[in-house]
């Protein structure tokens, strides 16, 4: 018997700041986007673009995980800030120059949709084991980027980002 399921979602995104209450911290700007069509690599390669200071990055998505065997077998999988994706063995990628952020952008702009997915099960796999289940990544619906800027306080950068 197949069920087909027609859901009308209403994303959110956006836009938020935390920590920058704190004297030690700069604060983290959290970029928030709906990926309907699965693939965030725009999306990345604009934010990697648009920022121009230096700041550490990470990224995370949130979507569905599947089983192979069994296609009704699904997961929803949330992001966190413990399970980002790893970009050279690292959660958080300093971008504190301009090789460096020529380097995330080539990074993430030589990258397919099947690599990303496999770093986002990676990264996921660390703190749920998937594999083990036999769950795999299966669609992006949100990608969710962290940039904490380390020259200064995010609401600098929320300034310099306006129109």
Known sequence: MNFNFYVTLNFREGIGKYGTGYEHSNGVLV?????P???PIDFILTVIDTINIPFIFSIDFAG??????QKSTIKFEFPSPNSTLSIKENQHFYVNSTEKREWLYNFFENSNLNEIKLSWQSSHDDVGLFSASGLHA???ITCIIYVEPISVKV????KCLEY
Do not use: P, Y
């Not at 609401?155 to 929320?158: E, G, Q, R, S, T």
């Open 64 to 69: 569905f995980f599947r089983k192979s065997s």
């Open 37 to 39: 069509t699965g693939n």
């Open 155 to 158: 609401d600098h950068l929320l």
């Open 31 to 35: 970029l928030t986007k709906s990926i």
């Open 138 to 140: 299966d669609k992006i």
